[in-house]
């Protein structure tokens, strides 16, 4: 998929599309290729991260060619999939080109098309950003360092698979969303 912003404009950033879940609250659909107004919710997340990264990443452990014919890169979690987000985003640290990560789950397609920028803004010198809102923090949409990828590893090594679990005792900075715009689609219910 080509790009249509100037190249001028990236920021330094490689995008991280979270779709490599079971699905089980929708049946076992992989959610990736379930319709969104007209389209699907990959290619919304394709579209919510595109505009301000370099590559894009999608993290995925079914349908893998269809995901490739996309045109991007897709990578599988280590230890045969379905383990939670912590596994796709400890596979996206390890396979990007860039050292920052921002990972988007892709059953959040009301996510802001300039939420790359808005994280790179928060960042100030800390290593991780963390999406919150009313309702607490999000823990998978985030802007990470590769340098904590060790410490990701450690946590799932360890047997770690909660979201916030890795990084509560790291520091952290967090960027405020509305609870609307972190809508998820986890159910046949959700959709338009």
């Given at each position: 998929m080509c790009k249509q912003q100037n190249s001028?404009?990236?920021?330094?950033?490689?995008?991280?599309?979270?779709?490599?879940?079971?699905?089980?609250?929708?049946?076992?659909?992989?959610?990736?290729?379930?319709?969104?107004?007209g389209s699907t919710l990959i290619k919304q997340a394709i579209h919510i991260i595109q505009a301000d990264s370099t590559e894009i990443?999608?993290?995925?452990?079914?349908?893998?060619?269809?995901?490739?014919a996309l045109g991007h890169r897709v990578i599988t979690d280590a230890n045969n999939g379905f383990e939670g987000p912590l596994m796709g985003l400890s596979a996206g640290l390890a396979a990007a080109r860039e050292d920052w990560v921002a990972s988007i789950p892709v059953d959040s397609p009301l996510l802001p098309p300039d939420l790359l920028r808005q994280l790179w803004q928060a960042k100030m010198?800390?290593?991780?950003?963390?999406?919150?809102?009313?309702?607490?923090?999000?823990?998978?949409?985030?802007?990470?360092h590769r340098r904590l990828l060790p410490h990701l590893q450690h946590y799932l090594d360890q047997g770690g698979r909660k979201a916030q679990g890795w990084f509560q005792d790291l520091n952290y900075a967090t960027l405020y969303?509305?609870?609307a715009l972190l809508r998820n689609c986890n159910s046949p219910e959700d959709l338009p």
């Open positions: 001028f404009s990236l920021l330094p950033v490689s995008g991280l599309i979270l779709a490599g879940g079971a699905g089980r609250r929708m049946g076992g659909v992989d959610k990736g290729w379930v319709r969104w107004h990443l999608i993290s995925a452990n079914r349908h893998l060619d269809q995901y490739r010198d800390k290593d991780l950003v963390v999406v919150s809102s009313d309702t607490g923090l999000h823990a998978v949409v985030t802007l990470c969303l509305d609870e």
